[in-house]
T-cell receptor
Framework: AQSVSQHNHHVILSEAASLELGCNYS??????LFWYVQYPGQHLQLLLK??????LVKGIKGFEAEFIKSKFSFNLRKPSVQWSDTAEYFC??????????FGRGTSLIVHP | DTGVSQNPRHKITKRGQNVTFRCDPI?????LYWYRQTLGQGPEFLTY????????KSRLLSDRFSAERPKGSFSTLEIQRTEQGDSAMYLC????????????????FGQGTRLTVV
């Protein structure tokens, strides 16, 4: 089945460390990719999205992601994390359908 | 607040009872999704509406689950004869097909309804 997968389920970092969360997709052809964040007690919020064009996508709060077609990857990065980045991060994607499917998520804990 | 609204936020029910959840999407959003999320997992797709038409249902959705979107605005998700395995967070999301000429756009999520079946 077409899907996205996240391999880092738990990540613990200290403030100011760099972050990279992995996401791989299995769609061929049209690809739509998203990263969502869920802060404790809050709803899912969109961090960034890729539909086409420039493979380096910049989102909110200093996050960015790079679409690498040859690697089927859409990894999320942030050069310097803050304690407030502690949250669950979900990669989501769709091939040609209108239904985004989600990865299992990565729990990020940032120590002050 | 003009975001996606879900009610109730929490529901505790006894096994075997029926429950119904409501979702009010962002105004003018013609696409509506229901997902289910359990601890440590990502949202799992349940069903999708475009306007009032239910266009897709997950094979994981048993016949105890039914969803409606009668006028293409709010939607309800009903679970009949609840089981303990139904305990989860039920998420609603909406999006518009008009922003990208009919192609997929980002979905906006509500706060969810947390169901506990005892």
């Amino acid at each position: 089945a077409q899907s996205v997968s996240q391999h880092n389920h738990h990540v613990i970092l200290s403030e100011a460390a760099s972050l990279e969360l992995g996401c791989n997709y299995s769609y061929g052809g049209t690809v739509n990719l998203f990263w969502y964040v869920q802060y404790p007690g809050q709803h899912l919020q969109l961090l960034l999205k890729y539909f086409s064009g420039d493979p380096l996508v910049k989102g909110i709060k200093g996050f960015e992601a790079e679409f690498i077609k040859s690697k089927f990857s859409f990894n999320l990065r942030k050069p310097s994390v803050q304690w407030s980045d502690t949250a669950e991060y979900f990669c989501a994607g769709s091939g040609g359908s209108y239904i985004p499917t989600f990865g299992r998520g990565t729990s990020l804990i940032v120590h002050p | 607040d003009t975001g996606v609204s879900q009610n109730p936020r929490h529901k505790i029910t006894k096994r075997g009872q029926n429950v119904t959840f409501r979702c009010d999407p962002i105004s003018e959003h013609n696409r509506l999704y229901w997902y289910r999320q359990t601890l440590g997992q990502g949202p799992e797709f349940l069903t999708y509406f475009q306007n009032e038409a239910q266009l897709e249902k997950s094979r994981l959705l048993s016949d105890r689950f039914s969803a409606e979107r009668p006028k293409g605005s709010f939607s309800t998700l009903e679970i009949q004869r609840t089981e303990q395995g139904d305990s989860a967070m039920y998420l609603c999301a909406s999006s518009s097909s008009r922003d990208r000429g009919g192609f997929l756009t980002e979905a906006f999520f509500g706060q969810g309804t947390r169901l506990t079946v005892v």
